[in-house]
């Protein structure tokens, strides 16, 4: 009932910049967090970014100074602006929403099918 679609990955040189956006769509009471996870090869899925509907939000320490996270509610769209990039930071980037569709009903994880990020020196 919910589908995410990532845009905006691509290879970019060191210090460089990339902006990261997911659309949602579908039918939904409520999000609370919505975010971004990246994998890169032969390591875990590790949280970059959340944020709530309130606009708090949370970094993991390796991107923060450098990465920005924000949502539009209206626009049904969070985004991830990555800046001063690394070649540390090439992963597969994944959208991350959890609603719920009714006031009642409990939250859901849905993930987004990944966008490639790869940062050369």
């Known amino acids: 009932q919910v589908q995410l679609v990532e845009s905006g990955g691509g290879l970019v040189q060191a210090g460089e910049s990339l902006r990261l956006s997911c659309a949602a769509s579908?039918?939904?009471?409520?999000?609370?967090?919505m975010g971004w996870y990246r994998q890169a090869p032969g390591k875990q899925r590790e949280l970059v970014a959340h944020?709530?509907?309130?606009?708090?939000?949370n970094y993991t320490d390796s991107v923060k100074g450098r990465f920005t996270i924000s949502r539009d509610n209206a626009k049904k769209t969070v985004s991830l602006q990555m800046n001063t990039l690394k070649p540390e930071d090439t992963a597969v980037y994944y959208c991350?929403?959890?609603?719920?569709?009714?006031?009642?009903?409990?939250?859901?994880?849905?993930w987004g099918q990944g966008t490639q990020v790869t940062v050369s020196s």
């Open positions: 944020i709530t509907r309130d606009s708090s939000t």
């Open positions: 579908g039918w939904w009471y409520s999000i609370n967090v």
């Open positions: 991350y929403v959890n609603p719920k569709t009714t006031y009642w009903s409990a939250a859901g994880d849905y």
